[in-house]
């Protein structure tokens, strides 16, 4: 509850401020425009559209997730937060706020690509759902946490994509993989080994998240 | 009635290889107005922040202690009220959006007689509904004291009270917190004599810069 109260002082907060949101539209927009400028008239296979995808989701996130903890930061309400709320609340609160602004953000960028993009078939559906439901959860958890461990850092910019590429990485590679393969329209179960990894990453992220939030917290 | 108690063990605090204060050993009980003081740079902030969790000392120990239980560290956050010149509130909010923000993420029900009864008299009640965006700074400073006493905490720290207040706003301030040393604990960090005057002990942080 205390939690779900701190994701709604921060989605209040963003619906004011438009820090997130502004930030995740444009670089939505530009990437995908840029994709279809580059491509012309040239017709892309389906595997590369999927991948260019979540090579657009990637590079999105590291644009506007990291402002769950850097706007505190910056407007130096970092220490507000800590006179009133225990860590584990904090790190739930944020996870909550990144969780939707994810959803959002790759509703938005799957929805354009659907309608921009004709080699864009989806033949499994419901394959492609739990890629996508589990890709974002681990996307919004590591997002997360990498956004707590850069706000404490000088040069926070450069550091998110540093950072983000290392973690990421295992999970972007596997939804590739998932994406292709619902794509080819193969059935979940011939999937499973990647939807196991899949799952597996989200577990393993969030244990360690709230294991290390702590010590990233405390100065 | 509650009996909250802070124990300094050993306290030593150094930045890199620069020693602020070192061997600080005390004891602040209920009911009392203790004061912090030293020059510029003495480690006034330092303290307090460690004293309320929000730093870690380099050696030593701060206990916490509500009616002889120690609180654990991750539940102070609730057993503290904080005012500071580096504290600050939520721009994008009005005055009763953040109080009403702060108590839901505290997890206690919003007290609006109590919310309405501090601003009152911190002279807040008229802008209570204006984005804090656009209150000066004196003003910015009363609500820092509303956002400390609305959830009544056993424990009020308060770093230069007083910075930004002109004299009705000061006067008021030292009435609320004779008040809340009636039943709380109250340490004040500052320079001001007028606010050091308010203190029954005070610790003077130039005495523990050399190692012992």
């Known amino acids: 509850m205390k939690a779900y109260s701190l994701f709604k002082k921060d989605w209040q907060s963003e619906l004011r401020t438009r820090y997130a949101i502004n930030a995740l539209a444009m670089f939505i927009l530009v990437t995908i425009s840029v994709i279809m400028f580059s491509i012309g008239s040239e017709k892309i296979t389906e595997y590369l559209t999927g991948g260019l995808l979540w090579v657009v989701i990637f590079f999105s996130a590291m644009s506007g997730l990291s402002r769950a903890f850097v706007s505190e930061e910056e407007r130096g309400t970092t220490m507000t937060l800590h006179l009133i709320a225990a860590p584990s609340t904090i790190f739930s609160g944020k996870l909550i706020f990144n969780l939707l602004l994810v959803f959002l953000m790759n509703f938005v960028i799957t929805f354009l690509f659907a309608i921009l993009f004709n080699s864009f078939i989806i033949k499994n559906f419901t394959l492609f759902a739990i890629a996508f439901l589990f890709g974002n959860i681990g996307i919004a958890i590591s997002s997360t946490i990498i956004a707590a461990i850069i706000s404490k850092a000088s040069s926070k910019g450069t550091l998110y994509p540093v950072l983000s590429f290392p973690i990421l990485l295992p999970l972007i590679l596997t939804l590739l993989e998932l994406t292709k393969h619902a794509m080819d329209g193969n059935s979940i179960s011939s999937s499973f080994v990647e939807i196991a990894v899949l799952v597996c990453y989200d577990v393993v992220m969030l244990t360690a998240s709230y294991l290390l939030f702590d010590f990233i917290w405390e100065e | ?212």
């Open chain 2, 1 to 212: 009635m509650t009996n909250y108690t802070v124990e300094l063990n050993n306290l030593v605090k150094y930045f890199g290889r620069r020693l602020i204060f070192d061997g600080i050993n005390f004891s602040f009980s209920s009911r009392h107005i203790y004061g912090i003081s030293g020059p510029n740079g003495s480690g006034k902030s330092t303290l307090v922040k460690i004293i309320a969790n929000l730093i870690s000392p380099t050696r030593g120990k701060v206990i916490h202690k509500n009616n002889s239980n120690e609180i654990e560290p991750f539940r102070l956050h609730n057993q503290i009220g904080f005012v500071s010149p580096y504290l600050f509130l939520y721009d994008e909010f009005t005055a009763e959006e953040n109080l009403l923000h702060f108590s839901n993420i505290r997890g206690i029900n919003f007290n609006k007689e109590r919310s309405d009864y501090l601003l009152n008299e911190l002279k807040l009640i008229d802008r209570k509904n204006d984005l804090v965006r656009g209150y000066s700074s004196g003003m910015k400073q009363r609500l820092k004291f509303i956002f400390a006493l609305l959830h009544q905490p056993p424990l009020i720290i308060l770093d230069e009270p007083t910075s930004n207040l002109d004299n009705p706003g000061k006067e008021k301030v030292y009435t609320l917190i004779r008040k809340e040393a009636e039943n709380n604990l109250v340490i004040i960090a500052s320079n001001e004599d007028s606010d050091i005057a308010l203190c029954s002990q005070v610790i003077e942080l130039e005495k523990f810069k050399r190692a012992n």
